[in-house]
């Protein structure tokens, strides 16, 4: 089993749709839980951390729930400009982050 | 304010030859990680080092990949000898000292062993 699992996706969806993303780990005493984007040929951006509370950042909500080691991202009033890759990201204490593969989003307009 | 320099940003090299790849950290960043992203695959954890130490090591393969950081200058990894399966896209991120958790990427360093 992969440390973290993501669907690869593709996601096509319309501009404007609410769209979201789901993420699993595999380590119970993982510590700090990532989203980032990854547009082609470039370099990951962090895009926001995830905290036990939930938190929010303008159309972007992120979740974390450490009981069933599960992490998603909401993504509302999608834009042309969100269409990216979405790489899930876990610290697992150990000063290095493990990837997922990655959720490929594509927004149509 | 600059941000993570990687350069070249992109290398190609025949089978069998050396390969260094060079990382600039952020400015008052002393610590750097290397990751490789094979085609289609995600990011792969390679080494951890801060300044003249390597911290971790675990992700890096047995032979032929090197890193170092050293009191001046970037950070440099090296692949000898290199073979076809090394080409990838291999990136280098940086974070200050306390604040482990917040990585800022490079570019990037795509090589390309034909």
């Known amino acids: 089993r992969k440390e973290v699992e993501q669907d690869p996706g593709p996601f096509n969806v319309p501009e404007g749709a609410t769209v979201a993303f789901n993420c699993t780990y595999s380590?119970?005493?993982?510590?700090?839980f990532f989203w980032y984007r990854q547009d082609c040929r470039k370099e990951p951006k962090l895009l926001m951390s995830v905290y036990s509370s939930g938190n929010e950042d303008g159309r972007f909500t992120a979740q974390l729930n450490r009981a069933s080691q599960y992490i998603s991202l909401l993504i509302r009033d999608s834009k042309l400009s969100d269409s990216a890759t979405y790489l899930c990201v876990v610290d697992f204490g150990n000063e290095k982050l493990t990837f997922g593969t990655g959720t490929r989003l594509t927004i149509i307009p | 304010n600059a941000g993570v320099m990687q350069n070249p940003r992109h290398l190609v090299r025949r089978r069998g030859q050396e390969a260094r790849l060079r990382c600039s950290p952020m400015k008052g960043h002393s610590h750097v990680y290397w990751y490789r992203q094979l085609p289609e695959e995600g990011l792969k954890f390679m080494v951890y080092?801060?300044?003249?130490?390597?911290?971790?090591e675990s992700g890096m393969p047995k032979e032929r990949f090197s890193a170092e950081f050293p009191k001046e200058g970037p950070s440099i990894l090296r692949i000898q000898q290199v073979v076809r399966g090394d080409s990838a896209a291999y990136f280098c991120?940086?974070?200050?000292?306390?604040?482990?958790?917040?990585?800022?990427f490079g570019p990037g360093t795509r090589l390309l062993v034909l």
């Open positions: 991120a940086s974070s200050p000292l306390g604040r482990r958790e917040t990585q800022y």
């Open positions: 380590n119970s005493a993982s510590q700090s």
């Open positions: 080092l801060q300044k003249e130490n390597i911290i971790d």
